[in-house]
């Protein structure tokens, strides 16, 4: 059963550009999976993607990479925490416990994600190997360090 009480930010429009973070690891406090949203693209129409929300996060060795007409940029960041995230992507995988996950908005797993809201309500849950594709990530609060951006 897919949660229904996904709602996109008001205003949010997503970016046509291409991009993809990758994250060494990922703590998270309350990861919550709130379901599939349609966001509007700066070019026109839609894309689905999952909501998540997360009481607060840390990553570590984060890399973005953002491809767009044709040309590619990357930003570098050692550390990045933040609190009062919401975050939507239209794929997130990584391994958690060791057991390698992959999520999307037609194939996402409700009894994983059952599973992990649970969890996390009660310790962080750590995922490693982190990649999430076309990631919006909405915060409180947050924090980088180490920011480098190349391109």
């Known amino acids: 059963m897919t949660p229904k009480d996904a709602s996109a930010a008001p205003g949010l ?4 550009a291409t991009w993809t ?5 990922a703590t998270m406090t ?3 999976y709130k379901g599939n949203v349609d966001l509007p693209l700066a070019g026109g129409g839609t894309v689905t993607m999952m909501e998540f929300t997360v009481d607060s996060m840390s990553m570590s060795n ?3 990479v ?3 007409d044709g040309l590619t ?3 570098n960041d050692a550390s990045f925490t933040a609190s009062g995230v919401t975050m939507y992507a239209t794929k997130l995988s990584g391994s958690i416990l060791g057991i390698p996950v992959t999520f999307t908005p037609s194939t996402a797993s409700a009894v994983l ?6 969890v996390t309500g009660v310790v962080p849950i750590t995922m490693t190997g982190v990649t999430a594709d076309q990631t919006v990530i909405l915060a409180g609060q947050a924090q980088k ?3 480098g951006v190349t391109g």
Not at 13 to 16: G, K, R, T
Not at 113 to 118: E, F, G, Q, S, T
């Open 13 to 16: 429009v997503v970016s046509n």
């Open 21 to 25: 973070m990758s994250v060494d690891a």
């Open 30 to 32: 309350n990861f919550q």
């Open 62 to 64: 984060a890399t973005t």
């Open 66 to 68: 953002i491809s767009e």
């Open 73 to 75: 940029g990357t930003e």
């Open 113 to 118: 994600l059952d599973i992990a809201n649970v």
């Open 145 to 147: 360090t180490a920011v």
